[in-house]
């Protein structure tokens, strides 16, 4: 069976289901897509990039709270949006509730973004061992005082939550969370459908989507994250679990023309014929040329090697040229280099499926003495004296 087979069957089975403009807030998109923030990808070039693809909320990188109030030289840079682009998503990180209110006015009285959304789906043991990312919505009480502080210090720029299913399968925070982040004022709650201990290994839970959005009010728009890598999974999701919108992030890696099938997808369009590789080398360029343009020639084109593994998946590329290819050094080499690719080759069926990192499920590092009081509202311990701007 196609895609296209596939996703005439989905727009068969969600018919007299179909999904109003994504809102979020006061603004709002026809396609009900959002890109996830990614550590070192959501750079402007890459968002850019995205949107030339298709329509949707495109987030940039991580900022920490703390970066932010303290005027970290790092944390600035990366807060960094294109002229034309409307609404400026950022997320934040943090722990503390006073800096995440100062962080959040700050942005409101410094119009450095127009939406903010907050991290605590972060799986990666130096965000949990200070406990950050999908440790914090253990602490139910400490959670409610970021979400709030939030929400206040953004003083009306809509505030957004995203999470995980829980730290492990013993620890299942979502369903408490979701509440608590509507009854403090987030205006949408996003969840990747894996505990911590999963990171980003095995398969993601959409059933816990579905019982999310059950359970938080029907005004709230519940975004489901987790295993989106074609239209047909986004369009899966939507049907299984009644969700008002998907979260991609790692489908997108190397693809970021999936946007424009995501667009026609949810419009009842036929999907675009899939890319040959002509038509992939020439968005590889493109992403180097936006990465040179906002990181500088140097810096930029080291930036977009690691990308190119994930363009090329499965294509027939010999070890040579991809060896050559991963230590670029100008545009005019990448240029080079692309030119002896047969650009009419077709996209190769095994191109499909998981991208970027996957590894293995693993216990979560946490602060001592963590789980042991689930309603301490005490932020931890040196949590956010060491910070890396985002």
């Given at each position: 069976m196609t895609v296209q087979d596939v996703l005439r069957d989905e727009r068969t089975q969600t018919r007299g289901r179909v999904l109003p ?79 995440m209110f100062t962080a959040a006015r700050m942005i409101a009285e410094q119009d450095l973004a127009d939406h903010v959304d907050m991290n605590f789906g972060c799986p990666v043991p130096k965000v949990t061992r ?261």
């Amino acid at each position: 069976m196609t895609v296209q087979d596939v996703l005439r069957d989905e727009r068969t089975q969600t018919r007299g289901r179909v999904l109003p403009p994504l809102r979020i807030g006061p603004y709002e998109v026809a396609t009900p897509v959002v890109l996830a923030p990614m550590a070192g990808i959501t750079n402007p070039g890459f968002r850019r990039l995205c949107r030339e693809q298709g329509a949707g909320f495109y987030v940039c990188e991580m900022i920490t709270s703390r970066g932010l109030v303290e005027r970290n030289p790092l944390t600035f840079r990366m807060i960094a949006f294109d002229g034309d682009e409307h609404p400026r998503s950022m997320q934040l990180y943090g722990v503390d509730p006073d800096a995440m209110f100062t962080a959040a006015r700050m942005i409101a009285e410094q119009d450095l973004a127009d939406h903010v959304d907050m991290n605590f789906g972060c799986p990666v043991p130096k965000v949990t061992r200070k406990g950050g990312g999908a440790a914090l919505p253990f602490k139910r009480k400490l959670f409610e005082r970021i979400v709030r502080a939030a929400v206040d210090g953004a003083d009306g720029r809509p505030v957004t939550v995203k999470m995980r299913i829980g730290i492990d399968d013993d620890h299942h925070t979502y369903l408490e969370a979701g509440r608590i982040a509507a009854d403090q004022g987030a205006v949408a709650v996003a969840l990747h459908a894996r505990t911590a201990a999963q990171r980003y290994s095995g398969t993601a839970d959409w059933s816990a989507i579905a019982r999310l959005r059950e359970h938080v009010p029907s005004n709230i728009p519940v975004l489901g994250n987790g295993d989106i890598f074609c239209a047909a999974d986004a369009l899966d999701m939507v049907a299984r679990t009644g969700c008002d919108g998907v979260v991609v992030g790692r489908g997108c890696l190397g693809r970021p023309w999936l946007f424009g099938d995501l667009e026609a997808a949810f419009a009842g369009r036929p999907l675009p014929d899939a890319p040959s590789l002509g038509r992939v080398t020439t968005t590889l360029r493109r992403h180097a040329e936006l990465l040179c343009e906002h990181m500088g020639p140097d810096k930029g084109i080291r930036d977009v090697r690691k990308h190119i593994a994930w363009y090329l998946k499965g294509f027939p590329v010999g070890p040579d040229v991809r060896r050559r290819l991963g230590m670029v050094s100008s545009l005019d080499e990448l240029d080079e280099l692309l030119s002896t690719l047969d650009p009419d080759e077709p996209f190769p069926a095994e191109a499909d499926g998981p991208r970027g990192r996957q590894g293995s499920p693993g216990r979560v590092v946490l602060p001592e003495h963590w789980l042991d009081d689930a309603d301490d509202p005490s932020v931890p311990f040196a949590a956010e004296v060491e910070h890396s701007g985002g």
